[in-house]
């Protein structure tokens, strides 16, 4: 129950941060918008690590393999593309489009068993759920 709250925090965490970087934006430009992002965060994590963690970051030699540590350059791009489609298409139909993106990317990384993610069996009832979001998103914009 608590992995269903925390991934519902996120997804409305999520969601506000487009909104606000995007404004940003508009009263900077994308990439110090996104620069700022990042840096805010950095600083939000050093913070929250000082306090609570203290553990070493030399347990980052240890990550095999090493392109698993890209997560930060995701997140610059994330921020970039989250920025300009919520800019583009607002808020609301970005981020429907952000959720299906993910959906099929990840079941896919399920599906066949990539980066050390536990191969799944394929389910018509997924794909079912899966083709499910996508009409909501037609029904959704439907005019």
């Known amino acids: 129950m608590i ?7 996120s997804g409305a965490l999520m969601s506000l941060q487009g ?3 995007t404004e940003v934006t508009k009263q900077s430009s994308t990439w110090v918008s996104a620069s700022w992002v990042q840096f805010s965060a950095l600083i939000t ?3 929250i690590w000082a306090v609570f ?3 070493s970051f030399m347990g980052l030699l240890k990550v095999n393999p090493k392109y698993m540590m890209l997560g930060g350059v995701f997140g610059a791009f994330i921020t970039y593309t989250v920025i300009q489609s919520m800019s583009a298409l ?3 139909k970005a981020t429907m489009l952000i959720v299906i ?3 099929t990317i990840s079941w ?3 599906l066949m068993g990539m980066f050390g993610v536990e191969k799944g069996d394929f389910s018509l009832r997924k794909l079912l759920g899966l083709l499910v979001a996508v009409a909501g ?3 959704f914009e439907w005019e």
């Open 101 to 103: 993106a993910q959906l």
């Open 45 to 47: 994590c050093l913070l």
């Open 108 to 110: 896919g990384v399920e």
């Open 137 to 139: 998103v037609v029904i």
């Open 3 to 9: 992995g269903i709250f925390i991934a519902l925090i």
């Open 19 to 21: 909104v606000f970087n």
């Open 53 to 55: 963690d203290r553990s």
């Open 90 to 92: 607002g808020p609301a």
